[in-house]
């Protein structure tokens, strides 16, 4: 975000709860979520580029679905949503079956699209800090990634 407002670029985040948020100076707070039609449709108002981001939850698709239904009313023209690199219908992971859901969504548009797929963030190992405690290492069940799903 810092680069973006850095370069000129108007900045504006939907976020949950507006006092626990600590924006960069120069970006718009718009207090909503994806449960709200009005706040989603609040902070899209004059947005050409989006991100599109969420949080893990038995809801994530049908939140999702709700914001690009917004989008494409508001006639965003570009949406970069975060995904994962294991998106795939087939996958035995449910938040991966899930990311692909949406990602189907996104690519059918209107706005043109960009879909970011990393494959590991660094947090996700603090799950194992109290077994990297005891034992000294970290060990994971790792299977060889699939690049052609």
């Known amino acids: 975000m810092n680069a973006l407002v850095a370069a000129g670029v108007a900045v504006r ?3 949950r709860d507006p006092f626990g ?6 970006v718009q707070v718009v207090q ?6 009005a706040s989603i ?3 899209l108002e004059g947005v050409a580029f989006m991100l599109l981001a969420g949080r893990d939850s038995p809801d994530s698709v049908s939140q999702h679905r709700r914001v690009l239904a917004q989008v494409r009313q508001a006639g965003v023209r570009h949406v970069v949503k975060l995904s994962a690199i294991g998106a795939s219908p087939q996958s035995p992971i449910a938040l991966m079956r899930e990311h692909h859901e949406v990602d189907e969504e996104v690519r059918k548009g209107p706005a043109s699209w960009t879909l970011l797929k990393p494959h590991l963030y660094m947090q996700n190992l603090l799950r194992a800090a109290n ?5 000294g290492r970290l060990a994971v069940r790792w299977g060889a990634p699939d690049f052609h799903s």
């Open 131 to 135: 077994a990297v405690g005891r034992e």
């Open 21 to 26: 948020f600590a924006a960069p100076e120069g």
């Open 41 to 43: 449709a609040r902070a």
């Open 13 to 15: 985040a939907l976020v």
């Open 32 to 37: 909503g979520d994806f449960d709200d039609d």
